[in-house]
C-alpha cells in the first residue's frame, strides 16, 4: 500500500438497472485530500455508484483513471467500461465500507478488525504485537467495554462501529464509505467527522454517502440527479 | 392441592430454600449411594453365582440394568420439572431440569455401553436392532437434543422455558416411541431377540441387582441435588443471600460451583 | 378468520414467488432416491423388498431438510414480529403456516411418489397403501417439526439441533407406516396401523400449534 | 382499534443484558398526543426498551399501565414483571417499526403493506377496494414508480420506505418506532416529521428513538443514561 | 502466503465459534444412517450387503447440505465484499475455505464411520477399503461442491439449484468409490478405482478452486 494516489478522475460513467437510467456521462475528479459526498434521493444510485467504484461490480459505461503522486505524467487506468475496477494492481488499496460492514456476529470487534488488517496489509509482526494498535483504534471507535464480546451481542450502533474501526488503521489512499453514520450516535458522529478530515488531511481521498450533511471542513459534494 | 402441600411447593420453589435444605438430602442420597453401589457391585461381580448359560459375561447387568432404569426415569422426572417450570413459572424447576439432563445423558450412555460389551459375547455382535437397544438409542437423542437446545440459547430464562416446552413434548412422545418400537420388533423377529428377555434369576443373583438398582437411584439424585445447587449459586451469585453465603462461612459449593455449572 | 385466510394467501403467495423453496425438498427426495440404486445396488433383489422403506426415509428426510424454511426467513425480516404485536392469535397463525408449508413440500413429494415407486421395482399392488400411508404421515412430520424449528429459530445451527430435536419424534411415523406397507407386502392386515397414524395425526393437529406458539414467543423474547 | 389511550405510563421499568445493567427505576407518562424521542449513546439499551413496550420481550422489572380515553377511572394493566406486555386485549393496538422493517423482499411493497394491513385492521373490503388507499399511503413515502417491482431490487431507503408507509395507515393508538429516520433521504425525513406530527394531532401516542433530533413540534425527550 | 493462514485461521475459529455448523453434516449423517435399518429392515440379510452404499450415500447428502455454510455467511454480512476488495488471489482464498470446510465437516463424518459401519453390520475386514474411499471421495465432493454453492450464492432457492448442479457430477465418484467396497467384498482387486479417485481428486485440486473464483466474482457483480 505505498503507492498514493494525486488524483482520481473518473470519465463518462453510467449505469442502468432493471430498465430505469441512473446515472450517465457522469464525470468528476477528486484530489488527494479531498472529502467528498455523494448526494442524491433514495434510489438515486448511490450504492451502485460507490459498489462499482470500490471494484465490487463491473463498470456499466466510461472509465476510472489514477495518477500517483510522483508519477503524475504517467495516468493508470484502474478500470474501463465492461471490467470491475482493479484497485490491487502496483499496490494500491481501496479501503469500502458498505450497507454491510462485513463484521461477523460469531466473532469480537476485536478478531473482526484482525482479520480484516491481516488481509489487507503485509505486516510481519505477531498478533500479540499488534494487540495494541486494534485495542487503540477499537477504542477510537468508543468500544472499549465490548472489545471482547461477540458482536451479536451488540448493538445496532455499536456493531457498525465495529466495522468503522478500519478507519483508524487503513492505509488505503482511497476511501469509500456508503452511509458511515448510520445508528452511529451524536457524539460518534463528530468522531468519525474528525476521523475523516484527518485522513483527508494525511492525502487520501474520500468518497461518502450521507443524508445529513457531515460538519466537515471545506467538503465537496457530487449530486447524483434521477435521470427518469 | 392442600394448604400443606402448597407451602412446601413453594418453599422449595424459592432458590434460597432448595439451596439450604437441598443440602441435607444431597448428603444422605450420597451417602445411600456410597453404601450401596459399591456393596451391589462387588457382591454381583464377584460373589454372585455363574450363570448356566452366558457364565460371567451376564454379570455386566449388575451395571446395565441399573443404568438402564435410571436412565429412563430422568427422562420423566425432567418432563415433570418442564410443567412446574412453564405452568408455576417457578426458576428452581428450570434449573432441576437442566442439571439431570447430563445426568440422564450418562447414564443412557452407559447402558448403552454396558448392553453392547454385553452383546458381544452373547449375541456375537456389538449391536443389533432389539426393541430395547432402540428405544435407548432414541432416549439418548432426546436427552442431546435438549442439552444441545440449551446450550444453544444465551439468555438463561429463554432456554429454561425452551427446554422445558421441549421435555414436556419429548415425554408426551415416549410412550408412542417405546410402543412403536416394540410393535416394529415383532414385525422381523431378530432370533437374538429371546436373549434380552429377564432370564428367570436364583435370588442370589437378583438381590445384589437390586441393591445396584437402589443405589443407582441414590446416586442419580445425589448428583441431580449436587449440581442443582451448584447452578443455584452460579445464577443467583450477583443476589445478597449468596454474598452474605461466599462472604461468610465459605460454604464448600460455593468455590466448586463454576466447574459444576459449566458441564 | 380473515385473518388466518391472509395469511394462507401470503404464504401460498411467497411459495409461488420462490418456488425454489418447495421444488428443493422434492429435489432432494428424488436425488436421494436415485442415489441407492447407484450406491448401494439396481438388483431387484435389494430393491424390492426396500422399496417402500427408502422412499418413506427419503421423504422423513426431505421435510426435515425444508423445516428451517418454516419461520426463519419471517424472523430475519422481522414478519415474526409483526405477526406478534398483530395481537392475532399465534397458534392458528402457526398452524395456517405449517399446513401451507405441508401443501408446498410435503404433497409434492406424494405426488411424485408413483413416478419413484416404479423406479425403485415397488410392487404395483402396494402402492395405494404406500401413498394413504405418506398422506397420514408426512402431515404429522411436518407439525412436529414446526415445533422444533420454531424452538431453535435464529439459534446458531439452528438446522442440526432441529433434527436432533426432532427425529426421535419421527420415529413412530416411520415405523406405522412402513410397517402398514410390510403388513401389505406380506399379505397381513394394514388397517391397524393406518388407523395408529391417524390417531398421531389427529394427536398433532390438536396439540402441536400450540406448543408451535409457545415456542415463538419464546424464540422472539430472546433477540 | 377503536379504544384510544388518554395515558400510558411506565413504572420502575429496568433491564440488564449479559450482565449490564441498562436502565432501572424508569418512570415515565406519555399522553395523548405527545411525540417523545428516547435518547441514549450506542448501546444505552433504546432498542431493548421500545421491544419490551412493544410486547415483544418480557418486562424485566416495572409495570406499565394504561388509561383509555372515556374510562380514565379504570386504568388497566398492560404488562407486569416478567410477563410481557399484551396489547391486544380490550381491542388496544401498537404499531411497531423495528430495525428490521418486516418487509418481504419477494414481495412488491404493495403487497407488504396490504398483508399488513389485513393483518392488524378488520376490514371487509376487497383487495381491489383497498388497493387505492395502499396506493395513496405509498404515494405519500415516495415510492409511486416503485410499487409494484420486488422488494428485493429497490434502495436501503426504498425498502424502508415501503415498511414507513403503514405510518400513512395505522389506527393503532401507540406507535413505536425504533430510528425510523434510518436510511431515508432529506425530504423523506420532512416528510416523515410531518406524518408523525399529524398522528399526534389525532391523539395518538408516539415513541421513537433517533440520532438526530427531529425538528417536531414541542417534542419531548427521554435520556436513557448508561447506569454502568 | 501469510494470508492464507489468515483465512484459515479465521474460518478455523469461525467453526469451533459454532460447532453446530460441522456437527451439523455428521448429525445428519448419524440420523439418515439410524433411520434406514428402522425404516427398511433391520436384518442382517438387508445390512450387510447394503452397509457400505448407505453409508456412502448419507456422507454425500451431508457434503450436500453442509454446502450452502460455505460462502453463504460471507454474502450476507459483507465478508465476501472485503475479501474481493483487499485484491487477496481469490482462488487462493476459496481453496483454503473449501479445505477448512471439508476437515470441519467430511473428516468427522469418515471418523464417525467406523462406529456407524458397526451398527450397520459392515463386515470388519472391508472397514479399511471403505475408509480410504472415502478420505479420497469426500474432499472431491467438497471442492465440486464449492463451486455449484459459490455459483448460486444469493440466488433464490440456492440450496436445490446448486444440489442439481453439483449432483450429476458427484456420480463418479459414488459409483467408484461403493465400486471399490463392493469388488473388495467379492475377494476382487480394487486398488483400480481408488487410483481413479486419487486421480478425481488431483484434479478437482488442480481446477476447482479457480472455477470458484470466478463463480465468486459473478455472484458478488449481481446484487
Ligand atoms: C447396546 C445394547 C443394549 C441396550 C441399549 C440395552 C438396553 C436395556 C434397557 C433399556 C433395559 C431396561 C429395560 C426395562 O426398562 O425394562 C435393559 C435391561 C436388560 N437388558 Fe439390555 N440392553 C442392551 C444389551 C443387552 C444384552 C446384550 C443383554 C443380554 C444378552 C441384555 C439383557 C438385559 C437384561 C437381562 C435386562 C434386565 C431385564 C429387564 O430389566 O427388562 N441387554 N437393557
Ligand atoms: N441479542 C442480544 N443479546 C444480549 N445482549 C444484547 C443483545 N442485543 C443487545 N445487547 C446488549 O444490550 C445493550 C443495549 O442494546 P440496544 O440494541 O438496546 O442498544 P441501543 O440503545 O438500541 O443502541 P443503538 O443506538 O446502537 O441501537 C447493548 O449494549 C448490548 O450489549
Ligand atoms: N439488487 C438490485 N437489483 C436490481 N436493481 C437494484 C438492486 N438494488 C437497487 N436497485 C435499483 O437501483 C437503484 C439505485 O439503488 P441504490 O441502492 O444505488 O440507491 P441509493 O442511492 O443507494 O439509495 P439509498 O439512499 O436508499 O441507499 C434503485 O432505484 C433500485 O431500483
Ligand atoms: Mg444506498
Ligand atoms: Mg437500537
Chains 1, 4 share one sequence.
Not at chain 2, 461381580?45 to 448359560?53: K, N, S
Not at chain 3, 415474526?80 to 413429494?109: D, N
Not at chain 3, 421395482?121 to 407439525?143: F, R
Request: some cysteine.
Amino acid at each position: 500500500m505505498s503507492a498514493k494516489v494525486s488524483l482520481l478522475s473518473a470519465q463518462g460513467l453510467g449505469c442502468e438497472r432493471n430498465d430505469r437510467l441512473l446515472y450517465s456521462g457522469l464525470d468528476f475528479e477528486l484530489k488527494a485530500g479531498e472529502i467528498c459526498q455523494l448526494r442524491g434521493a433514495n434510489g438515486a444510485g448511490k450504492t451502485t455508484l460507490l459498489k462499482s467504484l470500490a471494484g465490487l461490480t463491473p463498470l456499466q459505461a466510461g472509465r476510472v483513471v489514477v495518477s500517483l503522486v510522483g508519477a503524475e505524467a504517467v495516468p493508470m487506468q484502474l478500470g474501463v467500461e465492461g471490467s470491475t475496477m482493479n484497485w490491487s494492481q502496483s499496490g494500491l488499496g481501496c479501503c469500502f465500507i458498505g450497507h454491510r460492514s462485513g463484521v461477523k456476529s460469531l466473532l469480537t470487534p476485536l478478531e473482526n478488525l484482525l482479520f480484516w488488517y491481516r488481509l489487507n496489509h503485509h505486516d510481519s509482526r505477531a498478533d500479540s504485537a499488534l494487540a495494541e494498535e486494534l485495542r487503540a483504534a477499537l477504542g477510537w471507535a468508543g468500544l472499549e467495554q465490548s472489545i471482547d464480546t461477540q458482536c451479536a451481542y451488540l448493538s445496532a450502533g455499536q456493531q457498525r462501529r465495529a466495522g468503522l474501526a478500519r478507519l483508524a488503521l487503513t492505509q488505503a489512499s482511497v476511501c469509500i464509505l456508503d452511509e458511515p453514520f448510520t445508528a452511529i450516535d451524536a457524539d460518534g458522529v463528530v468522531l468519525l467527522e474528525r476521523r475523516l478530515e484527518a485522513l483527508a488531511a494525511e492525502g487520501r481521498i474520500i468518497l461518502l454517502t450521507s443524508h445529513h450533511v457531515p460538519d466537515i471542513a471545506n467538503l465537496r459534494q457530487i449530486e447524483l440527479r434521477q435521470s427518469a | 392441592m392442600t394448604a400443606v402441600f402448597k407451602r412446601w411447593f413453594h418453599r422449595w420453589g424459592s432458590p434460597k430454600w432448595f439451596y439450604d435444605r437441598g443440602r441435607r438430602w444431597q448428603h444422605i442420597f450420597t451417602f445411600v449411594a456410597l453404601v450401596m453401589v459399591p456393596l451391589g457391585v462387588v457382591w454381583g461381580l464377584a460373589f454372585a453365582p455363574v450363570d448356566y448359560q452366558q457364565g460371567h459375561s451376564y454379570r455386566i447387568i449388575y451395571l446395565h440394568v441399573p443404568a438402564a432404569f435410571v436412565a429412563q426415569s430422568c427422562y420423566i422426572m425432567m418432563a415433570v420439572a418442564g410443567v412446574v417450570s412453564i405452568v408455576w413459572r417457578m426458576k428452581v424447576a428450570d434449573v432441576v431440569l437442566i442439571s439431570a439432563a447430563p445426568i440422564g445423558l450418562s447414564f443412557c450412555f452407559i447402558a448403552l455401553f454396558t448392553g453392547a460389551v454385553w452383546g458381544k459375547p452373547t449375541w456375537g455382535t456389538w449391536w443389533i436392532w432389539d426393541a430395547r437397544l432402540t428405544s435407548m438409542l432414541i432416549l439418548l437423542f432426546l436427552y442431546v437434543g435438549i442439552m444441545a437446545l440449551y446450550s444453544a440459547i444465551e439468555d438463561l430464562a429463554a432456554a429454561g422455558r425452551a427446554c422445558a416446552l421441549l421435555a414436556i413434548v419429548g415425554v408426551v412422545n415416549i410412550p408412542i416411541i417405546k410402543y412403536s418400537v416394540d410393535w416394529w420388533n415383532t414385525l422381523h423377529q431378530p432370533a437374538s431377540l429371546k436373549l434380552t428377555e429377564k432370564p428367570s434369576m436364583p435370588a442370589e443373583m437378583w438381590m445384589p441387582l437390586l441393591v445396584c438398582i437402589i443405589g443407582f437411584y441414590a446416586l442419580f439424585l445425589a448428583l441431580v441435588f449436587l449440581r442443582t445447587r451448584n447452578e443455584i449459586i452460579r445464577r443467583e451469585r450477583r443476589t445478597l443471600w449468596v454474598r452474605s453465603l461466599v462472604a461468610g462461612t465459605g460454604v464448600p459449593d460455593a468455590n466448586n460451583s463454576g466447574s459444576g455449572a459449566q458441564s | 378468520m380473515s385473518t388466518l385466510l391472509t395469511v394462507i394467501r401470503h404464504d401460498m403467495k411467497l411459495a409461488f414467488r420462490r418456488p425454489a423453496d418447495f421444488v428443493n425438498a422434492l429435489a432432494f427426495f428424488v436425488i436421494a432416491l436415485t442415489l441407492f440404486p447407484l450406491g448401494v445396488s439396481p438388483e431387484d433383489s435389494f430393491l424390492v423388498p426396500a422399496a417402500a422403506g427408502l422412499i418413506w426415509v427419503a421423504a422423513l428426510l426431505a421435510t426435515l431438510l425444508s423445516l428451517n424454511q418454516l419461520f426463519e426467513s419471517d424472523a430475519q425480516d422481522g414478519t415474526l414480529e409483526q405477526l406478534l404485536v398483530s395481537g392475532q392469535p399465534l397458534f392458528a397463525i402457526a398452524l395456517c403456516k405449517v399446513a401451507v408449508h405441508w401443501v408446498v413440500t410435503g404433497l409434492p413429494v406424494i405426488l411424485m411418489t408413483p413416478l419413484l415407486a416404479v423406479m425403485l421395482q415397488l410392487p404395483a399392488d402396494l402402492l395405494p397403501v404406500l401413498l394413504v400411508s405418506m398422506l397420514l404421515g408426512t402431515p404429522v412430520l411436518s407439525l412436529i417439526g414446526g415445533i422444533g424449528s420454531a424452538l431453535t429459530l435464529g439459534l446458531r445451527g439452528a438446522h442440526i439441533i432441529t433434527s436432533l430435536i426432532v427425529l426421535p419424534m419421527y420415529v413412530p411415523v416411520l415405523l406405522f407406516a412402513t410397517g402398514a406397507v410390510l403388513s401389505a407386502q406380506a399379505g397381513a392386515e394394514f388397517d391397524g396401523q393406518l388407523a395408529v397414524l391417524g390417531a398421531l395425526l389427529a394427536l398433532a393437529l390438536a396439540l402441536a400449534p400450540f406448543a408451535i406458539a409457545a415456542a415463538l414467543r419464546i424464540s422472539v423474547s430472546q433477540n
